[in-house]
């Protein structure tokens, strides 16, 4: 078994290298922990990447590494703000007294049957992801262990699945549309 070449750099270069790409990334960030965390990513997927020993130029090869996290953390946040504008706009919805309203828990079953139909149009790893946590109260860590894949993963599968329910759940024949 043969030991990996260690790195052509010198560990002061490596240092110089992290504090220029965590400010790189904390001026991109809204959030210095994560910048720090993403910086610490950086270097730990330069560890685990096996042709460090042919990169010819290792600071600009790190900084391709950081702007590749960087856009993976500005579509994660872009997937958290839709989930929690979700959880508000469902939060901000009346209740209404359906005991003293039969038409409002006729309407009410009604829009469960066109959810259930636009629950059946996703695919089965996302429905289960939206089941999962809306239905059964599950965390996005459990719901990750449970399916086998990354919480990143089932961030991205219940914010898919909000989405087209929402946008599906808006264009439903007779539905009256906002102005």
């Known amino acids: 078994m043969s030991r990996p070449k260690p ?21 991109r960030t809204d959030n210095a922990s994560d910048a720090a965390d993403m910086t610490q990513d950086v270097f730990t ?3 685990d990447y096996r042709d460090r ?8 090869f790190l900084f ?3 702007r590749n996290l960087l856009r993976d953390h500005w579509r994660k946040q872009k ?21 003293n309203d039969p038409m409002a ?32 109260g599950l965390s996005q860590a ?18 898919f699945a909000l989405l087209h329910c929402k946008q599906r759940l808006q264009h439903v ?3 009256e549309q906002p102005e």
């Open 7 to 27: 790195d052509p750099v010198s560990a002061d270069a490596f240092r110089g290298f992290y504090a220029d790409i965590l400010h790189f990334l904390r001026k």
């Open 45 to 47: 997927q330069w560890l």
């Open 53 to 60: 020993a042919k990169v010819e130029q290792p600071r600009a």
């Open 64 to 66: 391709q590494m950081a």
């Open 79 to 99: 997937v958290r703000r839709t989930v929690h504008q979700e959880q508000a706009d469902r939060d901000a919805e009346p209740v209404t007294d359906e005991q």
């Open 105 to 136: 828990a006729a309407h009410r079953l009604q829009r469960l049957e066109q959810l259930k139909e636009v629950l059946a149009e996703l695919s089965p790893r996302r429905r289960e992801a939206l089941m999962l946590h809306r239905f059964e």
């Open 142 to 159: 459990q719901i990750a262990e449970r399916m086998g894949v990354s919480i990143s993963m089932v961030e991205k599968h219940i914010a």
């Open 173 to 175: 024949p007779g539905k």
